[in-house]
């Protein structure tokens, strides 16, 4: 799509240092800092699910998830309110840079292995694979939604192994 292709060649001209993890998509942009984060996960390999509902009242429950370092979840994502809402792993630095795009951009239509947007009432899932101990942000990055509140944080605890991964 034409209006798209526009969109996305803004975001990522606007972003240049925009890191949300996960490789490259149709919007072109690749991820310098993909591992920040974690890493996209397999379905083969989710060690447990997580589930996450997104409100109206621009809130996330629950608004903290705890996990290990090395596990792989699934977000499974739940809208329950009329609004569309997003549900977006990154840094909070990236996340904050995403969200002026999108207050922009607020038609930008973006897929990313890190991210989901649910109409009210849907439901979807987002994979992750958590490579490193610390914070990771989520949030809505939908206009006025990140403002209001509507983030959340994942505290990666540290395992006991060698601290290696892979790619």
């Known amino acids: 799509m034409k209006i798209h292709s526009i969109a996305a060649s803004l975001a ?3 972003t240049a240092t925009l ?3 996960g490789g490259n998509h149709a919007g072109g942009h690749g991820h310098a800092s993909d591992d920040a984060i974690g890493v996209p996960g ?19 429950n629950p608004p903290s998830i705890n996990v290990r370092q090395g596990e792989t979840v699934r977000f499974k994502v739940r809208n329950s309110g009329q ?14 840079e995403h969200y002026q795009v999108m207050l922009k951009n607020p038609e930008m239509e973006h897929e990313e292995p890190n991210m989901i947007t649910l109409a009210g009432g849907k439901t979807g899932e987002v ?12 949030a809505c990055l939908q206009p006025g939604h ?20 892979k790619h």
């Open 12 to 14: 990522l001209a606007l």
């Open 19 to 21: 890191a949300l993890a």
């Open 42 to 60: 397999e379905a083969a390999k989710v060690t447990r699910t997580v589930e996450v509902d997104m409100t109206d009242n621009m809130r996330f």
């Open 83 to 96: 609004l569309k809402h997003e549900f977006v792993l990154g840094t909070e630095h990236e996340l904050k």
């Open 127 to 138: 994979i992750w694979h958590f490579t490193k101990s610390g914070k990771v942000d989520f």
């Open 146 to 165: 990140y403002d209001a509140g509507m983030k959340g944080a994942v505290t990666v605890a540290k395992t006991g192994g060698s601290g290696s991964h």
